[in-house]
């Protein structure tokens, strides 16, 4: 009864490949988001999606696009993966409005 | 604007001793703040949170009080232990907005 859970937790792939990170919420929010977390713990924030819409798109490469398929899921798919893209990626989800989000327990991405 | 300015660590302390981490923010409106933290391999849950100005949060020996007059929100324990050594992170979230985050400062407790 995992509140957020994203799949895989680990992803070890080559330059040039495509991935896709998938993330499920069980809490009934309607706010979903995706992070990145360097290797200095530093969080970015990427998307976020509020009832399947888009509605924050930081500074990204267009190699990466979220996918709202309903307000509990939020995928990330990956084109074309750099060294530079290895990081943990977390998934969290919230209710608009508000305070406390609640964290994926992430994936560990790693080119190589 | 709205950011969240952390102290740098890493901290490193000993069993039983006395932690801060000083958080100082900026916002638009009458954020909530927030401290959330994250172990080794994990991730971040919601440590404490403060909703209003004067509002202490508490949790696990944790507290943080919501200072306007001087925009902060400094977490204290008064005795840490080594499973208290992970990230900690502060954030603030205007209201129905998203959050932000500081840059996490990293505690290690030796025994």
């Known amino acids: 009864d995992t509140a957020v859970s994203q799949t895989p937790k680990y992803l070890v792939t080559q330059m040039g490949n495509d991935k896709s990170i998938k993330c499920e919420q069980n809490?009934?929010?309607?706010?979903m988001y995706w992070y990145k977390q360097d290797s200095k713990k530093f969080l970015k924030i990427m998307f976020s999606?509020?009832?399947?819409?888009?509605?924050i798109n930081e500074t990204v490469p267009n190699r990466f696009s979220p996918k709202s398929p309903d307000k509990a899921h939020l995928n990330l798919h990956i084109n074309s993966l750099e060294l530079g893209d290895s990081a943990v990626y977390f998934c969290?989800?919230?209710?608009?409005?508000?305070?406390?989000?609640?964290f994926g327990s992430g994936t560990r991405l790693t080119v190589v | 604007g709205n950011s969240v300015t952390q102290m740098e660590g890493p901290v490193t302390l000993s069993e039983e001793a006395f932690l801060t981490i000083n958080c100082t923010y900026t916002?638009?409106?009458?954020?909530?703040l927030f401290w959330y933290v994250q172990y080794p391999g994990e991730g971040l849950q919601l440590l404490l949170k403060?909703?209003?100005?004067?509002d202490k949060g508490s949790n696990k020996g944790f507290e943080a009080t919501y200072r306007k007059e001087t925009t902060s929100f400094h977490l204290e324990k008064g005795s840490v232990q080594v499973s208290d050594s992970a990230v900690y992170f502060c954030?603030?979230?205007?209201?129905?907005?998203?959050?932000?985050f500081g840059t996490g400062t990293s505690l290690t407790v030796i025994p």
């Open positions: 969290a989800s919230s209710l608009a409005g508000r305070g406390g989000y609640t």
């Open positions: 809490l009934g929010h309607d706010t």
């Open positions: 999606y509020n009832n399947k819409e888009l509605i």
């Open positions: 916002a638009t409106g009458y954020p909530s």
């Open positions: 403060a909703t209003k100005a004067d």
């Open positions: 954030a603030l979230t205007p209201p129905g907005n998203q959050f932000y």
